[in-house]
């Protein structure tokens, strides 16, 4: 069983984010970020191209700012006696980082909304009726871009798993443990209006709520992508 430990405590919104200015420190994130479980140190060193021992010193500072979370585990299909020590591993952060100048207070916005569409079942039609129009919107301009870049672009991190689009990210993170059916169904009304938008015939988006990372997916009629 893995063993998570925590770090020491995050540096503020910039100074993590000012971290990510070095680039085989950016690449690194990237590795750990696009993988769908905990990496070690070998496995991100090889997906990012730079030596093992400078990626454990990446890979720890990265940590250190919070942008990593770390945890100690032994591969899986080695244990028992002779297995040696659990290694370190990391994974990408839940936390969120936000940066602005001067300071904006979005996500308090969000909550005041979804509590009051969650108190009234003709605000919740009304509400994903709109989320649904604006998935339109922005289907509509992606032009021959395609879906998968507009995805992209609003922070979805969409790939492909065998014919399905998947994410390794929800933007709307921040608010799916408290709000979570009405965050997943504005998300899907919002994913379901870009491909509307788009005019893509070829796409179907659905709830998978028992998914890690985000529950809508785009599974496609012609088959792997």
Do not use: W
Not at 54 to 69: P, S
Not at 108 to 132: F, G, K
Not at 185 to 213: H, K, Q, Y
Request: charged share 30%; hydrophobic share 35%; with cysteine.
């Amino acid at each position: 069983m893995n063993e998570t430990r925590p770090e020491a405590p995050a540096l503020g919104d910039l100074d993590a984010m000012s971290v990510l200015a070095e680039p085989a420190r950016r690449r690194l994130y990237e590795v750990v970020s696009d993988a769908d479980g905990p990496v070690g140190r070998d496995e991100a060193a090889a997906g990012a191209g730079v030596g093992r021992s400078l990626a454990a010193y990446h890979l720890d500072r990265l940590a250190e700012v919070g942008l990593l979370e770390v945890e100690f585990g032994r591969p899986d299909g080695r244990g028992g006696p002779g297995a040696g020590r659990p290694a370190k591993l990391y994974r990408r952060a839940e936390r969120d980082f936000v940066v602005h100048a001067p300071p904006r207070d979005y996500s308090t916005l969000a909550e005041i909304l979804l509590r009051a569409e969650e108190q009234s079942p003709a605000a919740r039609t009304e509400v994903e009726h709109a989320a649904h129009e604006l998935g339109r919107e922005l289907g509509r301009q992606s032009g021959s871009t395609g879906v998968e870049e507009v995805l992209r672009l609003r922070g979805y991190e969409p790939y492909d798993d065998e014919g399905t689009l998947r994410f390794h990210n929800c933007p709307f993170h921040a608010l799916v443990e408290a709000h979570r059916n009405s965050v997943c169904a504005l998300n899907l009304a919002l994913v379901e209006g870009i491909v509307d938008g788009s005019g893509d015939p070829g796409l179907r988006a659905s709830l998978e709520p028992d998914r890690a990372r985000c529950c809508v997916a785009l599974h496609s009629s012609r088959g792997k992508r």
